[in-house]
């Protein structure tokens, strides 16, 4: 995925590129928040976010291929969580994005980039979710490091003796 962009941009590629940890900061706090006091999320993408956000400025500087493909990190999947926790930390990735692409005055092109990246992340990592618990074919587009199963204890089940009534 190759960008031409006009004369006066180059901020957001800039900032993205050499600074994937102020987005990253962004982002964990956007994902802390609403949290009490004390509790800590155990986000899936922490190790993706600056790598993936400083290829995705790449992207934007010119460089051609995926961002996604590109990124070197650790991916951890949770089938405990489901796929649905990427998206989500995924959604939340983008928001901040946006954000920083409209602070610095990016413009349609630098969003749409971004949009495409962040969706081509979205579902390349939704395959490698499905080629790990669910025997699908691999992911067309891979990422670009490593991909491990995170296990957690799935939520406890209340279970009722049969003798039990319910009312």
Known sequence: MT???????G?????LAQQPDRVAAAWRRLRHAGLPDGHLRNNLLDDVVEPFVKEIGAALEGLPGSPWARTQAVLRISRARGAGALYEELNALQR???DACDALGGNDL????IQVAVEEAA???HAHYRHLFENAEPPVLTFGGLVVEQYEHFPKIALVADT????
């Open 3 to 9: 960008v031409q962009l006009g004369r006066q941009t």
């Open 11 to 15: 901020s957001v590629a800039r900032v």
């Open 96 to 98: 901040c994005l946006f």
């Open 110 to 113: 630098e969003r749409q980039l």
């Open 123 to 125: 579902g390349s990592a």
């Open 164 to 167: 039990t009534a319910v009312h």
